[in-house]
T-cell receptor, first 115, second 112 residues
Framework: EAQVTQNPRYLITVTGKKLTVTCSQN?????MSWYRQDPGLGLRQIYY???????DKGDVPEGYKVSRKEKRNFPLILESPSPNQTSLYFC??????????????FGNGTRLTVT | DAKTTQPPSMDCAEGRAANLPCNHS???????VYWYRQIHSQGPQYIIH???NNETNEMASLIITEDRKSSTLILPHATLRDTAVYYC?????????????FGDGTTLTVKP
C-alpha cells in the first residue's frame, strides 16, 4: 500500500532531550516536507526537500534540523526541544509530476509534547 | 509561492451544495491551485487541483476564474462526513519546487 509512515504517533519528552521523528515513503517521491499544526494556525511548513541531499527552509525552521540521505526517508530532528515545539507534526511527500500524482500525500501525524 | 485567503468558517445543510471560496490574487502563471481537506487531526487529503480550466472528479468540482485570482471548490451534495477543514494552496509543478504554504483553511460544518 502506498503510504507515508511517521513514527512515533505520540511522544512526550522533556526540554533539551534530543529527539528524532522519522518519516518514510514507499512511493519513490522526490519531494518531502515537514509541517507543524497548532490550534488556530493551520499548517506551517518547517523544512522541505526536493530530492536526495537537497533541503531548504520552510516558514518556521528555527529549532529543527532535517536530512535527506535516502530518497524514502526524511527525519525531523529536534536537537534541544522546548515547550513551544509542542505541536502536531505531519510529514508529506509528492512526486515531481504534473497531474493528480503531484498532490501531497500526508502521514498520520506525530503529536509531540515537550514539558 | 502565492498566498491564499479563505473564510474561516462556513455552514452548509446536508444534501445541499457547499461552495468554498479561495482568493489567490498573486498567483503566478506556473502555479496550480490544489484543494485538500483535513478531518479532525488526520493528515490532509487531496481533493482536486487545476491550472486554469474548471475541473471535476468523483469528489468535487473546481471553478477557477478567468483571471485565476480566485477559485471555488464545490461539493455538490454535502454529507455530514464532509465536515472538515478545507485548505486551498498554490504550488509550482511539475517540479514541486519550493514551499507548499497552507493557510488557515475554512472549517466547513455540514448540518442535518
Amino acid at each position: 500500500e502506498a503510504q507515508v509512515t511517521q513514527n512515533p504517533r505520540y511522544l512526550i519528552t522533556v526540554t533539551g532531550k534530543k529527539l528524532t521523528v522519522t518519516c518514510s515513503q514507499n512511493m519513490n517521491h522526490e519531494y518531502m516536507s515537514w509541517y507543524r499544526q497548532d490550534p488556530g494556525l493551520g499548517l506551517r511548513q518547517i523544512y522541505y526537500s526536493m530530492n536526495v541531499e537537497v533541503t531548504d527552509k520552510g516558514d518556521v525552521p528555527e529549532g529543527y534540523k532535517v536530512s535527506r540521505k535516502e530518497k524514502r526517508n526524511f527525519p525531523l530532528i529536534l536537537e534541544s526541544p522546548s515547550p513551544n515545539q509542542t505541536s502536531l507534526y505531519f510529514c508529506a511527500s509528492s512526486p515531481a509530476t504534473r497531474d493528480r500524482r503531484g498532490a501531497l500525500h500526508f502521514g498520520n501525524g506525530t503529536r509531540l509534547t515537550v514539558t | 509561492d502565492a498566498k491564499t485567503t479563505q473564510p474561516p468558517s462556513m455552514d452548509c445543510a446536508e444534501g445541499r451544495a457547499a461552495n468554498l471560496p479561495c482568493n489567490h490574487s498573486t498567483i503566478s502563471g506556473n502555479e496550480y491551485v490544489y484543494w485538500y481537506r483535513q478531518i479532525h487531526s488526520q493528515g490532509p487529503q487531496y481533493i482536486i487541483h487545476g491550472l486554469k480550466n474548471n475541473e471535476t472528479n468523483e469528489m468535487a468540482s473546481l471553478i477557477i476564474t478567468e483571471d485565476r485570482k480566485s477559485s471555488t471548490l464545490i461539493l455538490p451534495h454535502a454529507t455530514l462526513r464532509d465536515t472538515a477543514v478545507y485548505y486551498c494552496i498554490v504550488r509550482v509543478i511539475p517540479y514541486n519546487a519550493g514551499k507548499s504554504t497552507f493557510g488557515d483553511g475554512t472549517t466547513l460544518t455540514v448540518k442535518p
